[in-house]
């Protein structure tokens, strides 16, 4: 086969540039036959199976370096960075890094940081409850994840707008290519490098309870060494703020349009982490994953090169009606079904899932203890087809009113 038998698609339809649900409907047909299409970027999987199995096959990476190219981007500092973190590399090297942090990275230890979590979102919340619109976007979705992160790395709070603009710049290279982006993520690579390096000699020098000097235990074992913590740091730095952000704001975009839902879980607020799960699967921010092969191959009789790329559709698989029972209805109760893609799978899927599933429920629970009831007023997210980055997010609500009457 050929790729130009494969249907196509054209990414700059409006069908793909306003939000999952439209995308999503008029794709849907694609996941009959191949479940697969051509688009001006490669070639586009529509079914969870087919992108679940893609994701997981180690004859594929992300593809960075084409995707680096692709934006300008020359080998340099910056470069060797960002294809030197650890979701973008493999073999043995990945998986001494990866054994070498998944201590911190469990259920366990994503626990320790509720207490805070939950003190910070409801001073937050709480703050917000004085005006009748809130900020949603500023006061909570750009400033918790990258608050989380300064506790991760045992920087000073203070510190969390500054990685957030780093994060953000950083993670351009997820975006649609831009004019200009890779002058942004050049500069902020090498900002980060240096920041992150004076992190990793400030915790060699004061060790605490944080995942930098976690590592440098790891290191004294011989298991690592400082480019594998600071590489580390780094995919943490980028994979963890953005990412929730945008997933943070979608979540409360799918319950204003679905106030019922909203009430479901006024009257069970313990189903909130059942809820998150359905919410992220209803609009991922993560609307694709790539995935490029390591060597000239042969991809379901199509011939590839390293130089092409495949994208597993994250939201086409979360509402591909073999993975789970009518996809298009968000049901804060849904227990069955696959999980959802959001996190990838395989020996990359996300180390972070625990921390920001914990930052979601968080979040939601004390909306749903506050507020009885709300609209978004004013949202904007960019990234459409790659990874949403929320830019705007205004909510008007009304108080709980037995909070009122405390
Ligand atoms: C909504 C939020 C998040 C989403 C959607 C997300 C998504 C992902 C995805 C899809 C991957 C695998 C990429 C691939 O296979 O192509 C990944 C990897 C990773 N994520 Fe996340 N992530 C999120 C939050 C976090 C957080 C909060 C942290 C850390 C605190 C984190 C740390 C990591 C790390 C370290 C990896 C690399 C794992 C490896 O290569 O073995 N992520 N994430």
Redesign the pocket.
């Known amino acids: 086969m050929e790729m130009s038998d494969l249907p196509e698609i054209d990414l700059d339809s409006p069908d793909f540039h306003h939000g999952v649900e439209r995308a999503d409907a008029s794709t849907a047909h694609l996941r009959e036959g191949l479940g697969m299409a051509r688009s001006q970027r490669g070639i586009e999987l529509f079914t969870y199976d087919l992108s679940s199995a893609l994701?997981k096959d180690q004859g594929y990476?992300?593809g960075m370096h084409r995707r680096l190219a692709s934006m300008g981007m020359a080998p340099g500092p910056a470069f060797d960075m960002i294809c030197n973190?650890?979701?973008?590399?493999e073999g043995d090297e990945?998986a001494r890094?990866?054994k070498a942090?998944m201590t911190f990275?469990t259920l366990r230890g994503a626990e320790k940081l509720r207490s805070d979590v939950r003190a910070w979102v409801d001073k937050w919340v709480q703050e917000g409850l004085d005006g009748e619109e809130f900020d949603f976007q500023a006061a909570i979705g750009r400033q918790l994840?990258s608050v989380?992160?300064c506790k991760?790395i045992g920087e000073p709070l203070e510190m969390a707008p500054i990685y957030a603009q780093l994060a953000e710049d950083i993670m351009k290279h997820a975006q649609p290519p831009q004019p200009g982006f890779a002058e942004i993520i050049e500069k902020a690579a090498i900002e980060a490098e240096l920041r992150m390096r004076q992190v990793i000699k400030d915790r060699r020098a004061r060790p605490g309870d944080d995942?930098v000097s976690h590592m440098l235990i790891a290191e004294k074992a011989g298991e690592v060494d400082e480019d594998d913590i600071f590489h580390?740091v780094v995919?943490?730095l980028i994979?963890?703020?953005d990412?929730?952000d945008?997933?943070?704001c979608l979540n409360l975009a799918a319950l204003s349009d679905n106030p019922s839902q909203w009430q479901v879980l006024r009257q069970n607020p313990e189903l909130v982490p059942t809820a998150v799960m359905e919410l992220?699967r209803f609009k991922?921010?993560?609307w694709t994953?790539?995935?490029s092969p390591l060597q000239d191959t042969v991809y379901r009789g199509i011939n590839l090169t390293p130089d092409d790329a495949i994208w597993p559709l994250?939201f086409s698989a979360n509402r591909d009606p073999l993975a789970f029972a009518d996809p298009s209805r968000l049901d804060v109760t849904r227990a069955a079904g696959k999980t959802p893609?959001?996190?990838?799978?395989?020996?990359?899927?996300?180390?972070?899932?625990m921390?920001?599933?914990l930052?979601?429920q968080e979040v939601l629970s004390s909306l749903l203890t506050h507020w009885s009831e709300f609209e978004v007023t004013d949202s904007e997210f960019q990234g459409a087809m790659y990874?949403t980055v929320a830019t705007r997010m205004t909510t008007r609500f009304v108080p709980d009113s037995r909070l009122l009457s405390r």
């Open positions: 994701i990476n992300i973190i650890m979701v973008n590399i990945h890094m990866r942090c990275f994840p989380v992160f991760l995942l580390l995919t943490v994979g963890s703020t990412t929730t945008a997933q943070l992220i991922p921010g993560v994953l790539s995935r994250v893609l959001n996190f990838g799978t395989g020996i990359h899927m996300c180390l972070g899932r921390i920001t599933l930052e979601q990874s």
